[in-house]
């Protein structure tokens, strides 16, 4: 599975219901930062990185916001933001070439 920018909160309820599905992966998402200086932080029913890390995902981020940041964990490549789009999609590709799944 991939997913970038806020597209890893479809996680969220699949860890409501199972929380290993998070608990210990590699994982980042649109950061709290990146949230407060879009001026958004307020209209979102959660902060993804908040709620990432509360359902025990090891989460990360660049310490640029808005910067190119990736993450992969096993099946599991999650991208910080729009600018990682590019980068996860690669990401995605090495591992399906890898698994001779193309």
């Not at 599975?1 to 969220?12: E, K």
């Not at 209209?43 to 808005?66: N, T």
């Not at 990736?70 to 070439?97: F, M, R, Y």
Request: net charge neutral.
């Amino acid at each position: 599975m991939a997913a970038v920018c806020h597209g890893p909160a479809a996680l969220v309820s699949a860890a409501n219901l199972d929380n290993s599905i998070l608990r210990g992966k590699r994982v980042t998402g649109f950061s709290n930062a990146e949230e407060l200086l879009v001026l958004r932080s307020n209209a979102i029913p959660f902060k993804l990185e908040e709620k990432l890390k509360w359902l025990g995902a090891d989460y990360h981020k660049s310490l640029v916001p808005f910067t190119s940041h990736v993450e992969t964990d096993g099946w599991l490549i999650t991208g910080q933001n729009p600018l990682s789009a590019g980068p996860t999609a690669k990401a995605l590709i090495e591992i399906l070439e890898s698994n001779n799944l193309n």
